[in-house]
């Protein structure tokens, strides 16, 4: 009997309903935003072989699925277009066509699920035939002339009924771009989810073979931050907090934690982790050979986002953990 051990940390562990009570953090459906695919045509599920379990959906499929996670209580989506090659440009111009892919749907999505929250995309990498995420010339990417670009997607998925416009170019200063726009064109209740601290990271591989959106040379150095860094996401969070941010995102999440951390200790601003493509793809090759419990890694990838202070996250797990969660096959 050693009783001198005073502590014993096990004592708020020793049944499952102590364990609860003493838990600090847990995921909750309505924590989470779904990013979803949609693409031209009618009764499209075009599945991701990189990316299994995730679809592109034309828009009266992408509908029916939209209804479905609404139903688990997924109320927030994250729509990205896919466009064939012959509709992309130069200037990004199919991203501002009210007739366009994009637009269209977020009008139609707003009209037929008025419930479903939307969080739009500003940038120009699924339009662009250079598949970069700003106008280039000679191998450059043009910063404050993209600014303009992305002024006016904004007020234009505004118009057609977004909820919250999210620019994921990294180019300086769009978000104060973007919120003079929105308010000149009388959307001050439109809020801007930045991607604040968004890395130069190879976690992006299965997103661009979702959305064949891959750069057409080079890379994405000269916009997106580099890997090593951690100081420059304060600047990035100072300069988007200063320019009317509503949410600050750090993107990718698992191997970003701390940068997560960092901002949710130094922002009163709601951080969201988006756990991307890579991350998902991780977890889903590795269940396939047998190496992993899906379930349990799920809730434990997306648990360890929450702990490390993220109060919202964008993740492809989330229509099936609602589902998961709902028949209590999780926790
Ligand atoms: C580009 C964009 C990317 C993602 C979302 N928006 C990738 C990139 O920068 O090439 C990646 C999301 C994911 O990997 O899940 N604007």
Redesign the pocket.
Known sequence: MKEYLTRRPRRNRKNEAIRNLVQENCVQITDLIF?VFLTEGTNQQIPIPSMPNIFRFSLDRLLEEMAECIELGIKVFAP?PHLVEEKKDKYGSESLNPDGLYLRAIAEIKRQLPEAVLVT?V?L?PYSSDGH?GIVENGQILNDETLELLAKMAVAQAQAGSDIVAP??MMDGRVAHIRQALDKAGFTNVSIMAYTA?YASA??G???DALD?APKFGD?KTY?MNPANSQEALLEAQLDFAEGADFLMV?PALPYLDIVRLLSDNFHLPIAA?N???EYAMIKAAAEKGWLTHDKVMYETLLSIKRAGAKIILTYFAKEFAQKYKQGILA
């Open positions: 990013p990205f995309d940038a990498d995420d994921s170019d968004k976690f992006y299965p997103f661009r959106s994405k997106q993107k988006y991307v493509s890579g």
